[in-house]
Structure formats: C-alpha cells, structure tokens
C-alpha cells in the first residue's frame, strides 16, 4: 500500500474488506474457469467415445453400399428395367435417396379441349371489335 493509505487509519479497515472481497471474488473466478475447463473435457471425450464407437459400423455401412453399388453397375439396361431402375438412378437407390416411384407411369386423361384465344382472360387484353374479337 501506498503511505496515502497507511496514514489514514479511518478507511484502512475499508481497504482490508476490499482486498479480501477481491481475493474471494479471484478465488470463484477461478473454480468456475476450472469448472468449466473440466466440463468441456468431460463433453469433447464422451464425443469421441462415441465417434470411436460409431466408426466400425460407418465403415460396415459404407463397404455394403459399395459392394451394391459395384453390384448394379455390372447390370445391363434390361437388368435394370426389370427391377425398375435406370442407369442414372443407381446412385440415388444405393444412397437411400430415391424416391419411392409408381411402377406404372400415370396416364393422363385428355382435358376437354378449350380454346384459350377466345377464353375472358386472353380477350381481356385484346381490343374490343365486337363479334370480331380475336386473341393477338
């Protein structure tokens, strides 16, 4: 301390409730740092774990698709056609991202037949010439 503080008798007891306040206060500061450091580790190795855990079955996983993929490459376009694929959707059913499709493409019925050039919203931008009306 400085011979400013050591003078003043009055506010020395002041001081000391500070400083001990301040060396408490350093103290929490530190456990929760600590506390915290140690909760991170605790989190990143349990992450791992289960990363080493999960790493021989990804590896299972990924050679099986792999071999199915090899697998339907050798097939021809009649091969392919008969268990419904094309060549350009192998890599989608080995990944599990094809769509599940109808075996049968849908037929499309006719509409009844209507004549746009002379339907209300095509005659409604066309000049008004009366029976002569026609769609630009």
């Not at 008798?9 to 060396?23: F, G, H, K, M, P």
């Not at 209507?114 to 931008?125: E, P, R, T």
């Amino acid at each position: 301390m400085s011979d400013w503080y050591s003078e003043r008798r009055d506010i020395q007891s002041y001081v000391a409730q500070a400083q001990e306040a301040r060396a408490e206060a350093m103290a929490r500061v530190g456990y929760l740092g600590v506390a915290t450091v140690g909760r991170a580790l605790l989190a990143a190795g349990a992450a791992l774990t289960k990363a080493v855990r999960a790493a021989p079955e990804a590896v299972r996983a990924w050679r099986n698709r792999h071999a199915a993929l090899r697998q339907l490459l050798l097939l021809d376009e009649r091969m392919l056609s008969d268990i419904g694929l094309s060549r350009s959707d192998i890599w989608a059913a080995v990944d599990g991202t094809l769509r599940d499709r109808p075996l049968e493409p849908a037929t499309q019925q006719p509409a009844d037949y209507v004549d746009i050039a002379l339907s209300n919203y095509a005659l409604g931008g066309c000049n008004d010439n009366g029976d002569r009306r026609r769609a630009a």
